[in-house]
């Protein structure tokens, strides 16, 4: 598969937690309707809902996501950044969505404020692409070695967080980790 066949939705608002759903399950599944309906289902009573921006342009926090991921019969995991991603066990993982800081700009002008972005990782055909929706394009990593010095890199930001996306039962019976790391 090219990189024109692989699925990537571009940024659009602060829709990167949309973006990132789709983009890590390869195809359109949620809008910014049902990203605001799951809103309502977490907060019912809220006037103003703390899990999106209070404009109404999106920027949805992880509880949207999670609970996105849900409806699909999928969980996001929660990855400690303490631990190496050599423990990851790859092939048991659907794919990730990582919470970076990302440079703020106004058209051409880059202001110096970082907001955080959420963006997703997936691999098609054996090749790991880079889906942030920030690009013009997907972004192919390459394989297994090249991901894991990719998500070992973004990591290594202060403020960045990991997901990994996967199958409920997965979730349930922790094989997304290697067996030779027992701490959960």
Same mark, same amino acid.
């Given at each position: 598969?090219?990189?024109?066949?692989?699925?990537?939705?571009?940024?659009?608002?602060?829709?990167?937690?949309?973006?990132?759903?789709?983009?890590?399950?390869?195809?359109?599944?949620?809008?910014?309707?049902?990203?605001?309906?799951?809103?309502?289902?977490?907060?019912?009573?809220?006037?103003?809902?703390?899990?999106?921006?209070?404009?109404?342009?999106?920027?949805?926090?992880?509880?949207?996501?999670?609970?996105?991921?849900?409806?699909?019969?999928?969980?996001?995991?929660?990855?400690?950044?303490? $631990? &190496?991603?050599?423990?990851?066990? *790859?092939?048991?993982?659907?794919?990730?969505? =990582?919470? #970076?800081?990302?440079?703020?700009?106004?058209?051409?002008?880059?202001?110096?404020?970082?907001?955080?972005?959420?963006?997703?990782?997936?691999?098609?055909?054996?090749?790991?692409?880079?889906?942030?929706?920030?690009?013009?394009?997907?972004?192919?990593?390459?394989?297994?070695?090249?991901? $894991? &010095?990719?998500?070992?890199?973004? *990591?290594?930001?202060?403020?960045?967080?990991? =997901?990994? #996306?996967?199958?409920?039962?997965?979730?349930?019976?922790?094989?997304?980790?290697?067996?030779?790391?027992?701490?959960?």
């Amino acid at each position: 598969m090219s990189e024109g066949e692989v699925f990537h939705e571009k940024q659009r608002l602060e829709l990167c937690a949309i973006h990132a759903l789709n983009n890590v399950l390869q195809e359109r599944v949620f809008t910014k309707e049902t990203a605001d309906d799951i809103c309502k289902r977490l907060a019912p009573q809220c006037v103003m809902n703390p899990h999106r921006s209070v404009l109404g342009t999106g920027n949805y926090d992880v509880n949207v996501i999670m609970a996105a991921l849900q409806s699909r019969g999928l969980a996001a995991v929660w990855w400690d950044k303490r $631990r &190496s991603v050599q423990n990851l066990c *790859l092939d048991k993982i659907q794919g990730f969505i =990582l919470n #970076v800081p990302s440079r703020v700009s106004l058209g051409i002008v880059s202001l110096p404020l970082r907001r955080r972005h959420w963006l997703a990782v997936r691999e098609v055909n054996g090749q790991f692409y880079n889906l942030d929706s920030k690009l013009k394009g997907p972004a192919c990593i390459g394989g297994e070695t090249d991901l $894991r &010095s990719f998500l070992t890199e973004q *990591l290594s930001q202060d403020v960045a967080e990991m =997901l990994l #996306v996967v199958q409920k039962e997965v979730d349930d019976d922790g094989s997304w980790l290697k067996p030779d790391d027992t701490r959960k």
